[in-house]
């Protein structure tokens, strides 16, 4: 009987999931804008994160506005050129660069426009550092808070906040 029941449960829960993502939320209906202009600000985003792994030297012009800000912890750099010196400190440190090895994923992106400002934009997005040794090795997890501005029909990163989660062990993993 109890396991009629839990099967009749997760049928349920089954046609309740699939009916839910077969129809937009509310929020996506009115504020996802037109793919185009999703899909570039995506990719902006994306190829931010490869240029960190791959490129050899850190090129902020064509990701952030030239009054940019990053935001990590109760650090900030303002300025492309800050953010480029930034940028490189990381690169000295192991955390990026192509001599690393590193790899920064990017996941769970959400896009909204400003529909007061058609040329603003945020960006939520999920991250790990991954880093390659004998097997690969998650360094950080966290979320970058964007807020993004189009200028001369590029999006550019205006502000970029960077939280990581904490390390915690997980109780159910001791025994």
Known sequence: MAEQSSSAHAQHLSSSAVSSMSQPSKRAEQHSGPPQ?????????????????EAEHPNTEDFFTTDASWHLG???????????????????AGYAGPATGTRHIITNVDI????????????????MLCAPGATWAIQAVG??????VRV???????????RQLPRTSNPASTS
């Open 37 to 53: 202009t999703t899909e570039n600000i995506r990719a902006l985003l994306v190829k931010f994160a490869w240029m960190a792994d």
């Open 74 to 92: 109760d650090q900030s750099w303002c300025g492309r050129g800050e953010i480029s010196e930034f940028l490189t400190e990381m690169r000295t």
């Open 112 to 127: 909204t426009l400003s529909p007061e400002e058609p040329d603003h934009a945020q960006a939520r997005s999920l991250f």
């Open 143 to 148: 979320c970058y808070d964007d807020e993004l």
């Open 152 to 162: 001369d029909d590029h999006w550019r990163i205006h502000k970029r906040h960077v």
